[in-house]
């Protein structure tokens, strides 16, 4: 069979995978389109037109927390444990970046709520819980939930490793 010949039977597969990743491409773009759109419905129905510049301020605080603190944080951590000796696996090191961006989500969250009650005076009925106590408590459980789902992680590539291949038998 000529070159031609060849490379026409691989662009087919080629062209049909360009087709359906296009595909998922415009359905995400137009799901991701009707979320925001959605989103900005709410907003406006939900919250008045002279609070609008606090939340502005608060996504664009959000958007700089990530890009300053939490982006760097993931990377750098990811980076370090990669470099502990090469013995961690890459699965390990996902499951702690996916805790850190999962804790600060819910730091960027809970931190306006931390800040306002100790700015208004003592009213139990407006902020009524212990946010710092909770936002610690949630860091706990996530580092727990990390710490053991990335044992399991090491016990089962472990487990793999012991595993004589079928080449050798």
Avoid: C, K
Avoid at 77 to 91: K, Y
Avoid at 102 to 121: E, N, R
Wanted: no cysteine; hydrophobic share 55%.
């Amino acid at each position: 069979m000529s070159s031609t010949g060849t490379n026409t039977a691989a662009a087919l597969p080629r062209a049909a995978d360009e087709r359906r990743m296009r595909v998922a491409r415009t359905v995400l773009i137009l799901i991701g389109t009707a979320g925001l759109l959605f989103g900005l419905y709410v907003l406006f129905d939900t919250v008045r037109v002279n609070r609008l510049p606090g939340v502005a301020l608060w996504i664009g605080a959000a958007i700089v927390l990530h890009d300053a603190v939490v982006a760097p944080l993931v990377f750098f951590g990811g980076l370090l444990l990669r470099r502990a000796g090469r013995r961690v696996a890459g699965t390990i090191v996902l499951v702690v970046q996916g805790a850190i961006v999962v804790g600060s989500i819910m730091t960027l969250i809970v931190v306006p709520a931390f800040v306002a009650q100790s700015l208004t005076p003592n009213n139990p009925s407006i902020l009524p819980l212990d946010y710092g106590r909770n936002l610690s408590l949630f860091w706990l459980g996530v580092a727990l939930v990390a710490t053991a789902a990335s044992a399991l992680l090491y016990a089962r590539s472990r487990r793999a490793n012991q595993r004589p291949s079928s080449r050798q038998s």
